[in-house]
């Protein structure tokens, strides 16, 4: 099995948080405006670096000056979220690669495991300085990797 | 030729609107913020509605109780929109189902034609009492297939 | 001693929640962009209703369709925060009167103690039919009076 | 007539905008949420820098590195905005000092003239790498000096 393989399988553990929705999320439709799960799930992302990565989300922005623009997004919308739902978000890393990472977000109701939106995403990191790609700083990598359950182990 | 494929052909007019990036876009990277794209984009289908096709579209969601919710996306972000730019909306339908619409919206830059990010959007038509699915309502579907430009004609 | 001067001395708990300052909360000076405070506010006042009074907050408004629309506020901005700042939000009843109640709101520093804003704001319990002012219901009232410490006592 | 007094009496012209109240600004009471209301002022605000002084707000902010924070406003909400409102906004500066100016901001109906809500909000020139306060940019000052119309001339 090469390296490359290995690493594909085994980005298994989902990064899980909770999160109710509040009325300054939804519209006059009573549900959840669609944007508004993007900037919670921007949210999610850096609870996930900050704390499953360990690594200071807001000091990598503002001192390292490394950004985590998307690059392309795919998503589906399921089924409504009303204001007071108590959801939970959950991200999954799908591939590593030198520059950019995909991951696949969700949003679902835990009691019923209903699932109300999923995103695929790709984000690149970029120089915040000239909004270019550069490599994935290497404790982030490392921190990804050390987080994976190897599914052959 | 069927009217499926007319249908598909027609659809060639781009409705614009300009629109200057602000400082309420913007995140700490001083580049737009991408779920404010899809608020961008969400008020050119207001407008696209209601002065593209002539509907008012407040009306629509609040006294017919119509909604236009999202249930797909895929968007690409190309180039990133910097605080104080002015760029270009653009939506063009490219599918007119029975209950659905699929449209392609983009923004970019008008001196240089820049592509800054591109989405393709598939929208319902749903009861805002029951959350489903309805018939797109005759004025719309008419004002939609009015709108369209006959490639053959 | 009058029963409305007791009113008035009694409300001095705070309601105390932490919130993390969020890239999303932020703009491009890097920090948080001043209606955000108000965003973050107002779910403050949400998890007021809720956990400290009691009240299921959207049931309250989707179901009894009681709204709590600010008719006023005055608010100071002391010092900033920045993404990745751990703050606290607070919550305190100034006043409680027949139809409407003034809420004290701040946020500041746990640490340092240092306070970041605040702001006196006058809420009115409205019919979300007819948009005009109702009494404030009495479970409210109830658990309000409740919530109350007499510092006389 | 001294100076000060000559400069508090000259500000009488209100710039104005028109804007559309949008699905995206408003909550699922159907009316304008009211951190929006900033939001949309703070938009204003830029539009008075950049068309009114005739002054690069995004340049001063991004290359001058000068902020314009809000240290106090005083909010009153008089009338509800619904979706689809088309409304007027207006600025005028109440005071000009070395480091601050006053404004008063107003969102109201043109048909009307009903008044939805009123803002009088301090606005302090920093400095964007310490936070502090600096002196308004003499640029600033004689624009908004000149567009002032002296009431006694």
């Known amino acids: 099995m090469t390296s490359e393989a290995a690493e594909t399988?085994?980005?298994?553990?989902?990064?899980?948080?909770?999160?109710?929705?509040?009325?300054?999320d939804c519209d006059p439709a009573g549900i959840v405006f669609y944007p508004q799960y993007f900037v919670m799930l921007?949210?999610?992302?850096?609870?996930w670096v900050s704390e499953g990565l360990g690594i200071d989300y807001h000091a990598l922005i503002s001192e390292r000056r490394i950004?985590?623009?998307?690059?392309?997004?795919?998503?589906?919308?399921r089924a409504v979220s009303r204001m007071g739902d108590k959801v939970t978000l959950g991200l999954a890393v799908e591939r590593l690669g030198s520059r950019?990472?995909?991951?696949?977000?969700?949003?679902f109701d835990p009691a019923s495991g209903e699932l109300r939106m999923q995103v695929k995403q790709v984000l690149v990191t970029t120089s915040l300085e000239s909004h270019r790609a550069v490599e994935i700083p290497q404790d982030?990598?490392?921190?990804?990797?050390r987080g994976a359950t190897p599914s052959r182990a």
Do not use: K
């Open 100 to 107: 950019s990472l995909t991951l696949v977000l969700r949003c």
């Open 140 to 145: 982030m990598r490392a921190a990804i990797l």
């Open 67 to 77: 950004g985590l623009p998307t690059v392309r997004l795919e998503a589906d919308f």
């Open 42 to 47: 921007n949210g999610l992302v850096e609870d």
């Open 9 to 24: 399988q085994t980005f298994m553990a989902e990064f899980l948080r909770p999160r109710m929705i509040r009325f300054s």
